[in-house]
Nanobody, 129 residues
Framework: QAHLAESGGGSVQSGGSLRLSCQVS????????MGWFRQVPGKEREGVAT?????????ANSAKDRFVISRMNTNIRNTVYLEMNSLKPEDSATYFC?????????????????????WGQGTQVTVSS
């Protein structure tokens, strides 16, 4: 059972930047695809970006050219980051770190939250205009 712990959310003005981090315990999950979803109250969870163990990345259209996902793998744990730049008020949401044991492909991020077995508790991002 993987445990995901997020950090780095907060409040920022439009055009600003934030960096989210998520650590996954248990180094044996080195084949994980990791990523980020987000959710606004009353709406479904939306995929933002994913990254495979080998560094292959995929982005939702809303995140392309503004967000960068990266990861660091060690024998002890895996850590995934989401660097968010040029933030807009519509980026305000609860951001969830996600993980799964199989590779992600381009379509995975659009296939919905059921594709990921492991979820963090979420961290709030608020962008003011």
């Amino acid at each position: 059972q993987a445990h995901l712990a997020e950090s780095g959310g907060g409040s920022v003005q439009s055009g600003g930047s934030l960096r989210l981090s998520c650590q996954v315990s248990e180094g044996q999950y080195s084949t994980l695809c990791m990523g980020w979803f987000r959710q606004v109250p009353g709406k479904e969870r939306e995929g933002v970006a994913t990254i495979n163990y080998d560094g292959a990345t995929y982005y939702a259209n809303s995140a392309k050219d503004r967000f960068v996902i990266s990861r660091m793998n060690t024998n002890i744990r895996n850590t995934v980051y989401l660097e968010m730049n040029s933030l807009k008020p519509e980026d305000s949401a609860t951001y969830f770190c996600v993980a799964r044991l199989s590779r992600c492909v381009r379509e995975t991020i659009d296939q919905g939250s059921d594709e990921f077995a492991y979820w963090g508790q979420g961290t709030q991002v608020t962008v003011s205009s």
